[in-house]
């Protein structure tokens, strides 16, 4: 098998280009989930996305990020040996998992930041958004997210999580937080709030604009890589129940300041995290009464005991199925739960559908 040496270098494009019939403007700049130096891949303030691959001896470069159905964006040959493309069209706002193709194999792009989603680490790539701003790092007070490790007897080893506190936890020593359990999509680990969502950036922002009351959030990993994709109608809420519940709660309970009561106490889940997070607090009413799925499904009246829940919240993207979560919500709202619901506008079944999604469901929890 022939080895190929893939870098990313700088590329200048002059003039203008022509794709799907619309002039793609010569504005681009280097992603901001780029590698220190690095200037490919771009962006450019339409949403198009721009790649240059050096792979001389190769015969075919494709870049798996494109539009639904097209195969993702190939790349043309250059006689200098690289090869270059522009995705046929503007990209959805927010963060993309990508990979680059050569000759049929699968690399990462060394000009881009890796982050673990579709159960291996994939390049990224940030188209920006028009309302980028709430999840901007900003000169406010900042919070921390730490990895703890916490014993679990179930699977016989110790687990990871991450634990956001918000700004001034370490200095209230008398105060204690309402948490919110989130957990990740399939592929993903407890990493991808953090470094894909922005989680903890979101948090800060919003308390230091007292939309909210500072709360702490954990994530840990939801056992969710031992399904295979399409796997699912198998997939076993026991075992991740029992880390959750038995395990990790206990274990938070003990090590920070929380109110370890239900009252105080939400799980929510992006996708996959949205099932388990559904199972759970249906199987565990006694352990939540804030529920959260962000395109993970929905609540029917006839699920939920009205006795245990303050808030159910459903999202999901424009692109996704919108009238599922508005049929839902209205089935809620007769039957008398206290429900809230968010479309994201513009977005699909992506990080920026669920950045925008904790953003309206965090000021709405912990308030009864």
Known sequence: MRHYKIALLSFLCLGTTIALGQAVKE??????????????????SQGYARFKIEAPAADSVRVSLGLGGRGGTKLEKGEDGFWTGTTEGPMDEGFHYYHINVDGGTFNDPGAKNYYGSVRWESGIEIPAHDQDFYALKDVPHGKVEQILFPSPSS??????????????????????????????????????????HANLIMDNLIAEGTIEPFIIVMTYGMTNEIKFGGLRNFDITPFQTVMVDELIPYVDKNFRTVAEASHRAMAGLSMGGMETKMITLNKPDVFSYYGLLSGGTYAPEDVDKVDVKLIFLSCGSKERPEAIKAATEKLKEAGFPVASYISEGTAHEFQTWRRSLKEMAPKLFTK
Do not use: C, I
């Open 27 to 44: 504005d681009f700049k280097p992603s901001t989930k780029n590698q220190p130096g690095k200037e490919y891949p771009q962006v450019n």
């Open 156 to 197: 016989n080893t110790s687990r990871r999580a991450f634990v956001y506190t918000p700004p001034g936890y370490a200095q209230n020593q008398n105060k204690n937080y309402p948490v919110l359990y989130l957990q990740h999509g399939w592929g993903e680990d407890e990493t991808a709030w953090s470094n894909q969502g």
